[in-house]
């Protein structure tokens, strides 16, 4: 089956702490993108890459950092410079086009304590 | 810049209703196109539905229809006959068909249906 796995769906970290949210993918698709959505505010870009080792910022980038060493990954880290990390992060995958849609993953829902 | 609206933040209705989705988006471009997605509760997004900006025919599947009206900017979707799994959290979403392709997602409608 292809599609895009997010692990783990629930995280919880203490405050100060970074956390490392996982994202792979098995669609052959050049581009990925990390979202971050709160209650009421849809889906806001934290960053995107179209091609291995590199990637672009989105509008909410600050306290977040990525890397895409392998095509089929693109894990997100988020530092303890975020100051409020908690959210439902979604990952997602597309071919590099204008009007190919994207596939999304399950999502993970990331609490600081 | 590309901007898109979802002014319904949520939406009730009983289950046989029907009910309509709204969606404008601003745009410099002359071609681009329009999403629409769908988010259960389960938390991942699903396509529904394509429409790129030379394709004004409106589109239906199923209980689901989409009216694509250049002239006030708006796609909007209408679900009829709905029923309890149609609620989720219904997002509209606009991409340039050249240049960046990164779309610009509206805030989302919460449609729930009563039983």
């Known amino acids: 089956d292809g599609g895009i796995t997010q692990s783990p769906k629930y995280l919880f970290r203490k405050e100060g702490q970074n956390v490392t949210l996982s994202c792979e993918q098995n669609?052959?698709?050049?581009?990925m993108y990390w979202y971050r959505q709160d209650p009421g505010q849809g889906l806001r870009l934290i960053y995107y890459s179209q091609i291995v080792n590199d990637f672009q910022k989105g509008d909410i980038a600050e306290g977040y950092s990525v890397s895409r060493e392998k095509k089929e990954s693109f894990p997100l880290t988020v530092t303890s410079a975020q100051k409020n990390p908690t959210a439902f992060y979604l990952c997602?995958?597309?071919?590099?086009?204008?009007?190919?849609?994207?596939?999304f993953g399950p999502g993970t829902r990331l609490t600081v304590l | 810049a590309q901007k898109v609206t979802q002014a319904q933040t949520e939406i009730s209705v009983v289950e046989k209703e029907d009910v309509t989705l709204d969606c404008v988006y601003e745009?410099?471009?002359?071609?681009?196109?329009l999403f629409w997605y769908k988010q259960p509760p389960s938390g991942e997004l699903v396509f529904l539905i394509r429409?790129?900006?030379?394709?004004?025919q409106n589109e239906i599947s199923g209980r689901y229809s989409w009216n694509f009206q250049k002239s006030t900017s708006s796609f909007n979707f209408t679900i009829t006959a709905s029923q309890v799994v149609d609620s989720a959290v219904y997002f509209c979403a606009l991409s340039e068909a050249e240049g960046s392709y990164i779309p610009t997602f509206g805030r989302g409608t919460s449609l729930i249906v009563h039983p």
């Open positions: 997602a995958s597309s071919i590099i086009q204008g009007g190919n849609e994207q596939f």
């Open positions: 429409r790129n900006s030379f394709d004004e």
């Open positions: 669609l052959n698709h050049d581009a």
């Open positions: 745009t410099r471009d002359t071609t681009y196109y």
